[in-house]
Structure formats: structure tokens, C-alpha cells
């Protein structure tokens, strides 16, 4: 069992699909996550270990290499593909309560702002470590965040911006949000922002890189 | 007037022009707005920005159109306007430039190849519409840039090279990894970029945006170690912006940003300009460096 494990982590952290899926070139031919998350369920591995033991720890894998800049955006979103092919095959027990998640982690780009592949990549790579991710895609304004962790218990909401005038409404929107809910947590990221203009705005937290962003989670719902 | 390449060759080093973006947002255009958009119900706002650099000293300017394919475009509901956003945008530099050259810039789509998300004809259709305009309003040259990704890039080129008879640059933007090394954001050195952009028709290479020009010299001296004779633009921001009061900052002066400049040619640039958070006063203070005033 935990060598079947331990090949859905390894396919996870190498972005091995499937086995059809070229890419990896080394594992070409080899079954990939999806072949060996179904195999496992078939076996009768507990869903939940395949998805902590198996799942998560390929994705913690590629969130360090990716901080470590050992590799880029192509091998994470390979890595996301397959974590989330590996996923379907889990729905049902997620459905049914036997799997749990984390905790919910809101997040959207910022108001006037368009760019979605960072924040796609951290909503990827924070829902392969477990959570449930709630994405408001791009342009979101202040009550879309406010609505949304309305909705969501406790969740943790993560603002987004490419651009150097778009960051600057992480401010607006983080007094908005702290304004009708005090005791939310926002999170910010993205190209332009740093911890300094983080402490600036009165946000909770910054992340410089996705994995940054899972420990900071892992921390508040722990 | 020639060719930029032949000017090179012969031997001059040429001074490009600076921001567009964050000058757009100067004069008042709100994060939202597309930016492109301006070459219709702003064309007066558009043309001073490519006066300023010309008066500023500039051999070249671009155009108004980094976000003119329509993947970009669709979003703000103008997916049909794709060629006349273009071809004004390169009108309106045409007319600023007078006898210097107009470089139609080309930003990428925002879409990635690799996910699936679009396929290559896809990429390069949109690139061909593009481009068509921007020569239609007379571009000299097609400068694609900010590519982070090699098949985007030889996409672009492809489809500027097979569609017009402009010259066509293609220039990507590089961090610095914790190791020092550079990388794009989807991991290509600058080495690796050589040999994929020049087989793909670039007829000058380079580098834009980054952290600034101090970095630039090390990512010229990386390309001409792979290729010594190939032409080489950089376009460097001013800086890592920094916030202040509720609004960004570039901090790189114009004399700090110019006094690195004899040592960017030395390290085998041909083009010297700038890029986010640079302003006319930057290209006049690296117009006089070039000119070793």
C-alpha cells in the first residue's frame, strides 16, 4: 500500500498525468497519477491517506522546488493537472464526507485587474494541500470577497494583482473586508507586492510563493 | 531611412523610448480601462506620450498595442476591433515619429500553450491579426515582448515574419532565481532563447521589464556569449516598484538608470531603452549617454 502511495506522490511531484500523457519524457509510458489513484481505490486504500500520504505530499514536493526556483510554472501546472485528475477519482469520497479538506481558502484577482495565471497556479497548488478552494476568477471587487466569506466559515480569503496599479486596491479592499468582518484573515500575493506593502495595507499575510502561502494556511487552521 | 538591423551593423548604437503603460495611467487612465482602447477615444493622450519620447531624443518609439491581440481585447468587448485598435495604435506613433522608426508592440495573450487552453494556430492567428494592423498604420518594425515562453515567441515571429514585411524583434523577460541564475517565469534562459528566436526569424533579441538595468548587463553578456553578432535590445524597467502612499513608485532615477548605460554596451547591447516606471527624462539622460555627453 504505501509503495502505491508513493508512486502517486512521485507522479504528482514529476507531473506525470497519465499514462498516455507524454511528459514527463523520463516516465514516459508508465502509468501516472491517474492510473495509480484509481488502482489504489480499487485496493481499498483508505481515501483520505491518498490523498495526505499519496497527493499531498507530491504537491508539497513541487511547492518547495518551485520556491527554490529548482523549477518553473511549466512543471507545476503539469504537477496541478495531474493532481487534479487524481482528484476525480476522489470525489465521491469527498462527497460523502469520508475524505476531509483543510479548511476553505477564498481567492480572486483584485478589482481592475485581469491576469489569472498566478492566481490560477496558487489556487492549484493550495487545493492539491488539501483545501477547498472557492475561485472568484479576475476583476473582483470588495463585496465579492465580503459575499463570499459570508458564505464560507472560516475561511481564509487571498487577494491577487499583477499590475503595480492594480495592487494598490489590495488596500481598499482589505479595509473593506476588515471593516465588515474583523476577524477575516487576507492574505495578498502577486509579482508586484511585498511583505513591507503587506504591513502597509494591514493585511494578514504575503506570500512570495505558493508553498509560502500552504505553510501560512497549514499554520492557521492547524 | 534604412533598417534598424543595417544601422546596427554599421556600427551605431541606438536609443529606444520608454513606458507606456505606467505613463498611460499618468494621464489618468484607471485599472480597468483597456489600454488599447485609447488609440480610438484618446488618440491626443497616445500621441503626446510618443511625442514626448521622440522630443526626449528616442531613434525609435513603439506603439500602443502590448495588449492588442484578442485575447486581451475580448475581455474588455472589443474582440472585433482588433486590426483598427492596431493599425491606430501604430498611426499614432507613425505620426509622432516623423522621420524615426515605429516599433508595433506585440505582449503576450495571457494564455499558455501547454495547458491546453489554445492551440498554436489559435496563438498564431491572433498574433497574424495583430500584426497586420500594426504595419497597416505604418510600424517599421514588429517588437514582440515580455514573452516568457519560447513556443509563444517563435509563434509571434512566425506569424510577423509570414504576414508583413516589417522587421521583426522579440525581446523576454527574465528574474533572478535564488541561485542567481536568470529564468523566465516558465523557466528559459537567456541562452536558451537565442537559438529558437533567431531559427524563428528575429532579426534582434533581447530582453524587457525585469528589475532593472543593473540586471540587464548580466542577461546581454549571457546572450552574447551564445551569439556574438545577432543585434540586442534591452528595454529595463526603473527599478522594483515600491509603495508609497498609496500609490507605486519606480525608484531608478534617470542618472542612475543612464549612468549604467556605457556599461550595457559595453557588454554588447544595440539598443538601450526603457520600460515600466521610465519616463522621457530617463530616455534624455541615456540619449546623452549613448552620445558619451
Known sequence: MSELLAKIAECIEFGKINKAAPYPPQMKG??????????????????????????????????????????????????AKAMSTAMLHLKPFF??????????????????????????????????????????GTDVKAEQYIAALKENDNAIVGLSALLTTTMVNMEKITKAIKEELPGAIVTIGGAPVTEDFCEKIGADSYAADPQGLVEYLDSKVA | MGKIIDQIKAGKTLVSDGAWGTFLQKKGMEPGECPEEWNITRADDVFDIAKSYIDAGADMIETNSFGGTIYKVEKYGLADKVFELNKAAAEISRKA???????????????????????????????????????????????????????????????AKENTSCEVFCTMTFDKTVDGEFRSMMGIAPTDMVNTLIDAGAELIGANCGNG?????????????????????????????????????????????????????????????????????????????????
Open chain 1, 30 to 79: 508508465q502509468d501516472g497519477a491517474d492510473e495509480f489513484t484509481a488502482k489504489a481505490i480499487e485496493e481499498g486504500v483508505n481515501a483520505q491517506d491518498i490523498l495526505t500520504e499519496g497527493l499531498m505530499v507530491g504537491m508539497q514536493k513541487v511547492g518547495v522546488k518551485f520556491r527554490e526556483n529548482k523549477v518553473f510554472v511549466p512543471q507545476v501546472l503539469m504537477s
Open chain 1, 95 to 136: 462527497a460523502s464526507g469520508a475524505v476531509k479538506q483543510k479548511g476553505t481558502f477564498i481567492i480572486g484577482t483584485v478589482e481592475g485587474d485581469l491576469h489569472d495565471i498566478g492566481k490560477n497556479l496558487v489556487s492549484m497548488m493550495v487545493e492539491g494541500n488539501g483545501y477547498k478552494v472557492v475561485d472568484l
Open chain 2, 97 to 159: 515619429a516623423g522621420d524615426k522608426y515605429v516599433l508595433g508592440s506585440v505582449g503576450p495573450t495571457g494564455k499558455i500553450l501547454m495547458m491546453g487552453e489554445v492551440s498554436e494556430e489559435d496563438l498564431y492567428d491572433a498574433f497574424k491579426v495583430q500584426v497586420q494592423g500594426l504595419e497597416a498604420g505604418g510600424a517599421d518594425a514588429i517588437m514582440i515582448e515580455t514573452m516568457t515562453d519560447l513556443d509563444e515567441a517563435r509563434l509571434a515571429i512566425k506569424a
Open chain 2, 213 to 293: 538595468i543593473e540586471d540587464m548587463i548580466g542577461i546581454v553578456e549571457e546572450i552574447r556569449k551564445a551569439n556574438p553578432d545577432i543585434p540586442v535590445l534591452v528595454h529595463a524597467n526603473a527599478g522594483m516598484p515600491v509603495y508609497d502612499d498609496g500609490q507605486t513608485v519606480f525608484p531608478e532615477t534617470p542618472d542612475e538608470m543612464a549612468v549604467l548605460v556605457p556599461k550595457i554596451v559595453a557588454a554588447g547591447a544595440n539598443i538601450i531603452g526603457g520600460c515600466c516606471g521610465t519616463t522621457p527624462g530617463h530616455i534624455c539622460k541615456v540619449r546623452e549617454a549613448v552620445d558619451g555627453k
